[in-house]
């Protein structure tokens, strides 16, 4: 006889498929639509399915966020395994083409750290561009899909401009704004392990000038007090939540910390210079009246992609010193 709770098991795990599918078919037709060939198809959009579900080329990049959903490890595991089959049905991949991680609420940089070392490199396009992604061997893949809109912002606006780029993970906005016919992009971060991602990243799409493409690896704290007054038109500051790096002399709280950082930038830009800031702290609050200009625009509504259901994934502010 099926029990109540197998019916109930049922009943949830159709509505999964229903909802993917759904959800599946508008994303991917309008992926094509765009030419984008990674995208977000599933955004935490039920509770009881705890999963973001991305696709990149014709693989598939599900994420599993930590919850309490009170089962047994044997009967968890079976619940996933019956979520796999259920992804690899709708989106059409064989099971071997799904990569499967585990999340945590984190901090920091430990959203980097390497869990596996086998090099599963592979390239995929956006908007024209190309960036070596690893769905495999990080917790993060390279790229963040989130971004994708303020990436295109940036090479609208590069040409011409000095751009600096901090905390740049693996430099997907230095490739925008060198493709956007930036005069300079500087790349700061504190992993050589990313700088050298980031000059991959430049040098498959063609950005090998080595006098205009500088790559630092630098604690961006204390680097930004070393440069000069109007060394910059546009600086990109998408630092993470927390970091205690070994190799930072202070750690870095973006709530405590974000007001010095950004008035270090301001310093560095010319007249009508320009900071685009973006925090994924989902409890962050901006200190209007710490900073020091009154131009700050919160962008967030055009910088989060069609594909994000979740319009809390981020929080970009638009932040422009006038001198007069």
């Not at 959009?45 to 693989?59: A, T």
């Not at 040409?159 to 693996?170: A, D, I, M, P, Q």
């Not at 500087?186 to 980031?198: E, G, I, P, R």
């Not at 493409?213 to 500051?237: A, H, Q, R």
């Amino acid at each position: 006889m099926i029990s109540f709770k197998q019916i109930y098991e049922f009943f949830f795990m159709q509505a999964f498929y229903n909802r993917l599918q759904k959800v599946n078919k508008h994303t991917s037709k309008w992926a094509r639509r765009h030419n984008i060939e990674c995208y977000r198809i599933y955004d935490l959009d039920m509770p009881e399915f705890p999963l973001c579900i991305d696709r990149y080329k014709d693989w598939v990049h599900v994420s599993e966020y930590k919850a309490k959903h009170g089962m047994e490890e044997e009967e968890h595991q079976q619940w996933l395994q019956e979520c796999i089959l259920v992804i690899c049905a709708v989106m059409e991949v064989p099971m071997e083409k799904i990569v499967l991680k585990e999340r945590k609420r984190q901090k920091g940089k430990e959203q980097y750290t390497k869990i596996d070392s086998t090099n599963n490199e592979m390239v995929v396009e956006e908007n024209g561009l190309k960036f070596i992604v690893n769905l495999k061997d990080y917790l993060d893949t390279g790229l963040f899909l989130d971004h994708r809109n303020l990436r295109e912002i940036v090479r609208k606006e590069s040409e011409g401009k000095r751009v600096l780029n901090l905390f740049s993970y693996t430099g997907s906005f230095s490739v925008y704004a060198a493709a956007g016919g930036a005069e300079q992009v500087t790349t700061v971060d504190m992993s050589n392990t990313y700088l050298s991602w980031a000059r991959k990243n430049m040098l498959l799409n063609g950005f090998d000038d080595k006098e205009k493409y500088t790559f630092l690896s630098e604690d961006v704290k204390p680097f930004l007090k070393t440069l000069g007054k109007n060394s910059y038109d546009l600086i990109i500051l998408d630092p993470p939540t927390f970091s205690n790096s070994k190799k930072m002399k202070h750690f870095l709280d973006i709530q405590l910390d974000h007001t010095y950082i950004i008035n270090d930038c301001l310093k560095l830009l010319t007249n009508v210079g320009k900071v685009y800031f973006s925090t994924n702290f989902r409890n962050f609050q901006l200190e209007y009246n710490k900073i020091n200009t009154k131009n700050i625009k919160e962008i967030t509504n055009i910088t989060i992609p069609e594909d994000f259901r979740n319009k809390n994934i981020h929080k970009t502010f638009e932040i422009i010193l006038k001198k007069y």
